[in-house]
């Protein structure tokens, strides 16, 4: 009789473990969130992050690319069941997903091409032709400079097709988080020269968001998060980008 109840829980367990998290990745987010190379998620936080967890909750990890449109569609499909670096506010049915304790934060700023031309308030942006991520919102107060006419928005689907325009001259700032534009700094010789804002367009607090086909490891999902929080794994994770 104990063989028969312990294969049984043997097998529960197992299968209760067994779980894959399937992560999605944005290749639109760019460096140092999603490194592609040769149309693979080689590197960056995105990978970082789901290895480090999927390593704390001793199961299988893999990856898909979900654009940032289809994501809430790909979570209920079960495409993909995690999700890194993200908000609720970013997802739509973001209340059928279980979330994660805040894993870290991030600011969006003005870049300019030269520190020598750094933005410190809104008068400042008068005028300007401003490169932003399609689709993304920022504080209310920057958001009225476009509806006024004060500054017209160039709205564009990745980060390196802003750069490549800010370059080009084709517009005169853009909007990147401070994780970003650090990076880019760091490793790009004609990155350094750029000016970040001392104007902040937006902050917001990052976490995990996973989908229903993960309730029956939730316990185990946020228990782990907790002790990463707690060990400092996520900002470690974040220094070697920075």
């Known amino acids: 009789m104990c063989r028969i109840f312990c294969?049984?829980?043997?097998?529960?367990?197992?299968?209760?473990?067994?779980?894959?998290?399937?992560?999605a990745y944005g290749a639109g987010n760019g460096a140092p969130?999603?490194?592609?190379?040769?149309?693979?998620?080689?590197?960056?936080?995105?990978k970082d992050i789901g290895e480090a967890l999927a390593?704390?909750?001793?199961i299988p990890v893999?990856?898909?690319h979900a654009p940032h449109k289809r994501t809430s569609l790909l979570l209920s499909d079960g495409t993909i069941n995690?999700?890194?670096?993200?908000?609720p506010d970013w997802i739509e049915g973001h209340e059928f997903l279980f979330w994660s304790d805040k894993i870290m934060e991030d600011f969006d700023h003005l870049i300019t091409r030269n520190?020598?031309?750094?933005?410190?308030?809104y008068e400042d942006i008068r005028g300007m032709n401003i490169g932003a991520m399609t689709g993304y919102?920022?504080?209310?107060?920057?958001?009225?400079?476009?509806?006024?006419?004060?500054?017209?928005?160039?709205?564009?689907?990745?980060?390196e097709a802003l750069y490549s325009s800010l370059f080009a001259h084709r517009i005169d700032a853009v909007v990147d988080s401070l994780i970003s534009v650090r990076y880019r700094k760091k490793i790009r010789k004609e990155y350094e020269p750029l000016g970040v804002s001392d104007l902040a367009v937006y902050r917001y607090d990052l976490y995990c968001a996973f989908s229903s086909s993960l309730k029956?490891?939730?316990?185990?999902?946020e228990s782990a998060i907790t002790r990463m929080v707690k060990a400092g794994s996520f900002e470690q994770i974040l220094n070697r980008y920075q």
């Open 7 to 23: 294969l049984a829980a043997v097998l529960l367990s197992s299968k209760l473990f067994a779980s894959e998290l399937i992560f």
């Open 216 to 221: 029956s490891m939730q316990l185990e999902i």
């Open 82 to 87: 995690s999700i890194c670096m993200t908000h």
């Open 62 to 64: 893999s990856f898909k």
């Open 137 to 159: 919102i920022y504080f209310p107060e920057f958001m009225g400079q476009f509806h006024q006419g004060f500054a017209t928005r160039r709205d564009m689907n990745s980060l």
């Open 55 to 58: 390593e704390e909750l001793g």
């Open 115 to 121: 520190s020598q031309s750094v933005i410190k308030n």
């Open 33 to 46: 969130f999603s490194i592609i190379k040769n149309g693979q998620l080689e590197s960056g936080l995105f």
